[in-house]
């Protein structure tokens, strides 16, 4: 089965920008979708097909997947940024299934 | 605005089968777009479960499938999960999703709050 890695845990300062990676096999040829998850709370679309963001998403937050990794940026950081963040594709290679990422904490110095 | 609301014991004893509703607001689930599951243990990452057309087309999850059945209720624009033979590792946070079509991709653009389900005797 498909899998996606992400580092367990991302340190950033206000204001700073965060950086946070998304890898798996020849992920380039897939779109990678990004979602935030605060403490006891649902998790919410912040980015998809690679680099668009929904309506209401700040855009602070911005996505690229142009080679061997995805990323998730995120500019200019603030307190409320603080949270857990998973990459997520769509497999069709074989069984066709939803994957996430193993998830990253970002802290906010 | 699609609102999505999960509803079911939260308590299940092992070896039982786990059953959840999920009632949707806003949007008629006859229009179109999947629907489906998303779980996550307490402390641990997410791991999805399966979606569901208004046809009554699934997709699951290949390391769940044995286990897994979805329905769907147009007349009352509900859906729901039964996940059968339960054990400790099946206690999680259980979201109902929309599937969200994108041009390259599918996502879940809409979750409902999550309902905790333990399994324990």
């Known amino acids: 089965s498909y899998v996606l890695t992400q580092p367990p845990s991302v340190s950033v300062a206000p204001g700073q920008t965060a950086r946070i990676t998304c890898g798996g096999n020849?992920?380039?040829?897939?779109?990678v979708h990004w979602y935030q998850q605060k403490p006891g709370q649902a998790p919410v679309l912040v980015v998809y097909d690679d680099s668009d963001r929904p309506s209401g998403i700040p855009e602070r937050f911005s996505g690229s997947n142009p080679g061997n990794t995805a990323t998730l940026l995120i500019s200019r950081v603030e307190a409320g940024d603080e949270a857990d963040y998973y990459c997520q594709v769509w497999d069709s290679s074989s069984d066709h299934l939803g994957v996430f990422g193993t998830g990253t904490k970002v802290t906010v110095l | 605005q699609v609102q999505l609301q999960e509803s079911g014991p939260g308590l299940v004893k092992p070896s039982e089968t786990l059953s959840l509703t999920c009632s949707v607001s806003g949007y008629s689930i006859s229009y179109g777009y999947y629907w489906g599951w998303v779980r996550q243990p307490p402390g641990k990452g997410l791991e999805w479960i399966g979606a569901i057309y208004h046809s009554g087309s699934t997709y699951y999850n290949p390391s769940l499938k044995s286990r897994v059945t979805m329905s769907v209720d147009t007349s009352k624009n509900q859906f729901s999960l039964r996940l059968s033979s339960v054990t400790a590792a099946d206690t999680a946070i259980y979201y109902c999703t929309r599937r969200g079509d994108g041009l390259f991709g599918y996502y879940f653009d809409h979750w409902g709050q999550g309902t905790l389900v333990t399994v324990s005797s």
């Open positions: 020849n992920i380039a040829s897939k779109s």
